[in-house]
């Protein structure tokens, strides 16, 4: 099948043994966590496991490249640390849960238990954030060093950033995109969901390219 | 409670024991001040000390990339000073306050007694200047390079650099945003108290992510 | 013969030893598809043999750098792999290979076993992708950071690749630069057939400049 | 006193010490010999001595980010060749001497015998291009990458580079930033005074940060 | 004398001792083609020897960057094994020799015999295309990442890169740019000396700089 429109056919990539990071600005938080949950519900769907996904927020767009590069730091340290010393390495990873609801936090004690959490050095990071012009040239100059900021992280650190960054004329066109939209609230395309199975692919493909394979 | 517009919930972040530095513009001052004092007042609502923030200015924004990355690196080289040579090293911070008025200077001393101003690398670096569009394309040149140096030295040294640099198309949307429009001159919103927040915050997160812990 | 448009004479490349890579985007998917042919249909021209060819996809354009950067990696580490074991090399190779159809890869199969399928590093990288103006400001922000993104990859790791991004205001002008416009579907002319010469050509002189020849 | 235009209230900053590098583009020029002497002014009123300022001229603005780094580059060659060999660096210097004129030459001359003329690396680059909207887009990608490679340059070397690339839509706007406009022919204000006057600042500030110290 | 317009009064240079590549994309060649008579022009008015300029093309102006920083790089590997082996160099030098025509071959022979052809690392490299705005957004993307592309070889390498491209709007435009507009097609001025005239200037400038001079 040929689609003119759309990412086009991507087959099933198994996102079980993935880490992915979650990194989002705040400002149009409606719009954000609407992208969030459409990001979680995709990377649910690609078999991520709840525990192995870490997010994290920051103020503004502008913060995302940097928070981006840190956050990927950060699950580099943390890898390094579990591997030296397996007790330590577990009690920490409980302290740097991300946990938004008491529901996760149990399913990632238990999961511990039995040894499925992950503190391996996340696999992509997708960083999340909604801009929408407004009377200054402010949009212009935040949008611009982002997409580039971005695109540096990854290329710079060797792990997938995916751009979650919606550069809009107005706040309709941000429900629109995070599938919100509408007198009913659920019109449109809710842009997470790409971006989530985008992280699970890359993420994928990635471990391919580190031992020399290319996983279609 | 979801926002549409704004930064969203911030949790409350402890700034105590954070040093921070500022660099600024001095183009545009009335703007520029107003700006510097919503800054400060954000960072001393996030606890940090005000012995433990620096300013320091420079003409124009063009100078901002390059000012925030030697006032890091000269922090660092502080830092290193001090660790050498306890009593040395307290000096030279006293030569290197950057005492504004002798009320702070005063309690910056009495504090030093007890041994509580930091002489770390800081934790965050704002860098706070305005441009206001012209009738050459001066502004768009410097606007596009400094948002691209200030991501670039962020991304380089691993510290936070907050964007202050407003872009606007007239005075009276610096005003706005310093919250001092109108006819009595409190008019609008002072984003300086937004970029202090963020410092505090990216600062905070930032000393989470060298130890391998993701602090939300 | 001085021609005004077009790429001008060149000279013809004997591509039979190179080994190419190509990464796609698969928003767009009829383009692609269309882009794809044509670059293949130049590659065999250049006597590019068909296993030598790395085919792999990314959901969006976004990604293309990043996977430009790593697959170029990965063509490395399979080639030292290749080096230091013969035979374990070989097996990597054949599951490694990209097999969108069963001749292609008894094909490759057959000449594997004449020792003619080869695990080098690329010697370009063709980069494809279909970019759309759409309602929103994400067609500038990702055209500009991909445009930048592969200058990149291609000046830090030191092979080319070919710019095939499409950055089209209607999707009539991406049917035309395919080659499938029009009531017949063939009007236009198709980019890929450039893009898949360039890459032979650049991928030859590569080879004399990595040896001091300047390879006319 | 505060301000709404103008780059604030400076303080006075002894650039006695200070070593000074110049390197304008040579393009329009009527403008660029005003913005020259404007510069020059302003060095002079900050104290730095004339023989410690190396002026070097491009054709175009496009060289002038590679001219600034390999000036600083050169000044630095220098330092350590002088350092190496007093009296050979010394003969050096005087052939290396920028002499505009027989005055300041034979002045360079008498100092360096008691010893004043500096071999230091430069504290400061002053870059300065006149750039004029024409007819086709060399303007706008001339300007842009320009006001990027400045900015890389600085940040890269650690050395302040003063941004004096004027972006004009016509000539009157650079005769009038150049302070010779009007029928009188000294109209407008010369920018070159606060580029002088920035590298004097930047330059006795960056000697601080480089020992730790934050210079008011 | 004082010039309004034009890159103002530059010195003679001596190019005699100076190696120069030349790289050019093909498309719109008849432009082309005028472009590099023009430059070749000014490299012989400055003494630069015919056998010393090695000209290279690619198909399109996105190929520029990386070809200048591989010819250079090329340049570089040639200079070496020629140290290292005289007689080997000397073959390898006549191979990689470009020979556009039988007569310059002939001559570089002789004077190769002679000793005066190069293997030097190139002094200077000139990047000639043509871009011309067309009905997509291709010539905006593409001109940007060539512009900021170039500036990055030379800043990486300390090599200068002459900026030979031309953004168009017209292909008229680009005939009086290459000094063969008009009925007789001599109108305009060809900015291909300006070029070649720069690479002399700044090959000589970078000798000086290499070795702590700065020649005026």
Do not use: C
Request: charged share 20%; proline share 2%.
């Amino acid at each position: 099948m040929t689609l003119l429109k759309g990412p086009g056919e991507a087959r099933h990539y198994d996102g079980s043994s993935l880490r992915i990071g979650i990194i989002h600005a705040r400002w149009n938080t409606k719009i954000i966590d609407a992208l969030l949950a459409g990001t979680r519900k995709a990377l649910a769907a690609g078999g991520v496991k709840d525990e192995n996904i870490v997010t994290q927020s920051v103020p503004g767009s502008y913060e995302l490249p940097y928070a981006a590069q840190r956050m990927y730091a950060s699950s580099q340290t943390q890898s390094s640390t579990s591997a030296a010393s397996g007790l330590i390495g577990n009690a920490t990873d409980l302290l740097s849960q991300s946990a938004s609801d008491l529901t996760s936090l149990g399913q990632g004690k238990k999961e511990k238990e039995s040894g499925s959490q992950s503190t391996a050095p996340f696999d992509a990071v997708i960083a999340i954030g909604v801009l929408i012009k407004g009377s200054t040239m402010h949009f212009e100059y935040i949008a611009d060093a982002v997409s580039h900021g971005l695109m540096r992280v990854q290329l710079d650190a060797g792990v997938p950033v995916i751009f979650g960054l919606l550069t809009l004329l107005t706040e309709e066109q941000g429900l629109e995109r995070a599938g919100i939209a509408g007198a009913d609230g659920n019109g449109g395309h809710n842009h997470g969901e790409d971006w989530g199975s985008a992280a699970v692919e890359l993420g994928v493909k990635r471990r391919g390219w580190m031992e020399g394979r290319f996983v279609e």
